[in-house]
């Protein structure tokens, strides 16, 4: 049987054009994704710039407002260590708190419980309810030795890393493919530098055990990443995390330090006949 030595010329003609048209497809849609890709960080870079211009986001000014609340806490407990747990365990206040020497406990407490709620009634929240009851004999709850504020931390600072890296990789993107100017390149540039700055400052004051400055440090962080698109899309529900934890934190904390100045109130005024507050 004598088997055919070649396809046939119809047959080969097909399959000639068969191929072709893969290779002909395969170049259009490469070219194609790189003109979608040329133009996406074209839009990204614009975008960053704009937000540049524009300053914070919504998210980042949410995040900067929580951050806020909880050094404002932070410095009402520490004011409350040095003015009133000294009275409660009997002895002076510490020195140097900026309080006449004859205010009252009773006086201070008031004062403490009366900014607590203030506060919160600012940031449009409940009134606080203590968070069970706390023993003014022990230590002023705090912030800064927080383990929930702690491991928040830690998530923010890999998410702001991530953000100043996909940001300054967007950057030389965009420059590689020529789609940013010089004046806004040098400019991008100079507040991605600025952000690692201060990421690096809030990890010294987190080393440094100042953990509240630390976060609100980092929350002041000005990148140049809008919550939409590329490349803030990446890191947007890790932002409205770390929001609503921040938010947890600091209402738990108002709970306890308000558990701790009530419990402070009823030792202090029967001692100093003093009526409650």
Not at 155 to 165: F, G, K, S
Not at 214 to 239: F, K, S, Y
């Amino acid at each position: 049987m004598n088997w055919p030595s070649a396809v046939p010329e119809p047959a080969a003609a097909l399959t000639g054009a068969a191929a072709l048209s893969v290779a002909v497809a395969s170049f259009l849609m490469v070219r194609r994704r790189r003109r979608l890709h040329r133009r996406l960080i074209e839009e990204s870079v614009a975008a960053m710039a704009a937000q540049l211009a524009n300053g914070p986001t919504p998210l980042v000014r949410a995040q900067r407002g929580l951050a806020t609340t909880l050094a404002d806490q932070q410095r009402l407990a520490a004011r409350v260590d040095g003015e009133i747990r000294p009275y409660v365990l009997g002895g002076p206040a510490k020195p140097g708190t900026g309080k006449p020497p004859g205010a009252r406990p009773v006086d201070r407490i008031a004062a403490a419980l009366h900014e607590l709620r203030s506060a919160a009634q600012q940031r449009g929240g409940a009134d606080p309810v203590p968070g069970g009851r706390r023993s003014a004999t022990g230590p002023v709850p705090g912030l800064d030795d927080s383990p929930e504020l702690l491991e928040t931390y830690d998530a923010m600072l890999v998410t702001a890393t991530d953000r100043i890296r996909q940001a300054n990789m967007v950057l030389l993107m965009a420059v590689s493919l020529d789609v940013v100017d010089q004046d806004t390149r040098a400019r991008l540039a100079d507040s991605l530098r600025d952000a690692d700055a201060v990421r690096q400052d809030s990890e010294a004051l987190a080393e440094q055990g100042r953990l509240v400055s630390a976060v609100q440090t980092l929350a002041d962080i000005g990148t140049p990443v809008p919550d939409n698109g590329v490349p803030g899309e990446a890191t947007r529900r890790d932002m409205q995390r770390h929001s609503a934890q921040l938010r947890e934190i600091a209402v738990t904390h108002e709970a306890e330090l308000l558990g701790w100045l009530t419990d402070a109130r009823t030792r202090c005024a029967p001692a100093k006949g003093a009526t409650a507050v």
